[in-house]
C-alpha cells in the first residue's frame, strides 16, 4: 500500500476525525502508555499527530520520533504540534518497509491504527523490531470493525459497515486486525505479547461520547468513504442512506453503540 490508497484519505474532514477519535479514546487506549524520561521512542505511522501529541504529553522526558509515509500527514502533524505546544517529538518522512534509523535504535516503538492498512502486516513488525533495542517495547493499537455491535439493530448498517470490511480487503489491508494481534506479534518473534480489549460503549446517558464517538468518529469515518464504496458497487445508495440513518439512530434516543480497540505490548527478547 501507498499512501494514495489510504481507505479513508487526506481530507480536511478526516484530519479533524482523526483528532476527535484521539481526543475521544485519550484515557481509554493512552492512559496506560507512559514512557521513562530520556526514553527514544519511535512511533510508527504518526498520521496528523493526533495520537503524537497525547504521547508526548503523557511522556515530556522522552524524545519521539514521528514518522510517516505521507508528506501531507506529516506537514499536518508538524503544525498541530506547534500549535499544542509540543516540543520533544522530531517529525519526518519515512516508510516503515524502509526505515531510515540503525540497528536498535530505539528504546520503546509505539504504533496505532497501521498495521490494518498494510499487505504484510509481519513484515512491518520485523522492521520495527529491528529498530528497537533488546528488552525494548512495542505497543500496538489497531481496532475491528467486525466487533461492532448497536442497538436499534438496522442490516443496512450491517451492510455498510460490512462493505467497509471488503472494500478495505481489496487495498491490501485487514478491518479486522485487532483481534489478530497476539498471533501476530508472536509470528514476529516479539516475546510475552499482551493483549487487551478496550471497549467503547455508548448510550444515552454518555451524550459527549456519542458526538466525539458515535457520531464524529465511526460514523464520520463511514461517511469519509460514501464515495469508493458506490463506485465498486459494494452497496448501493439507499441501502447507504438507510445504513446511515440507522447508525445515526444508535446515537440518540434509547440507542447504544459497542467497538472494541485492542491494544497490545510486547517485548523483544
Known sequence: MTYRDYIHGFSEREQVRLRDQA??????????????????????????????????????????????VSPL???AAQDLAVREDIRNVTFRTADIFDLPFK???????????????????????????????KEGTITVIEGDHGSTCFHPESRAARQIIQSVIHYQARLGGNALVGRQLFPLLRTAGFDRPAVSPRLVYVDAGMPELAEAFTRNTFIAMME??????????????????????????????????????????????
Open 23 to 68: 481526543d475521544a479514546l485519550t484515557g481509554l487506549l493512552h492512559g496506560d502508555t507512559v514512557y521513562p524520561a530520556g526514553s527514544q521512542v519511535l512511533e510508527a505511522g504518526c498520521g496528523v499527530g493526533a495520537q503524537t501529541v497525547i504521547l508526548a504529553r503523557n511522556s515530556p522526558g522522552a524524545h519521539f520520533t514521528a514518522i510517516d
Open 73 to 75: 500527514s506529516i506537514e
Open 103 to 133: 540497528a536498535e535504535s530505539f528504546d520503546h516503538v509505539f504504533s496505532s491504527f497501521v498495521l490494518e492498512h498494510l499487505r504484510h502486516p509481519v513484515e512491518a513488525l520485523l522492521r520495527l523490531k529491528k529498530v528497537l533495542k
Open 224 to 269: 469519509g468513504v460514501r464515495e469508493r464504496l458506490l463506485a465498486t458497487n459494494l452497496i448501493d445508495e439507499e441501502t447507504w442512506r438507510q445504513g446511515i440513518c440507522d447508525l445515526r439512530a444508535t446515537s440518540a434516543g434509547e440507542g447504544v453503540f459497542c467497538y472494541t480497540f485492542f491494544k497490545a505490548v510486547a517485548c523483544k527478547a
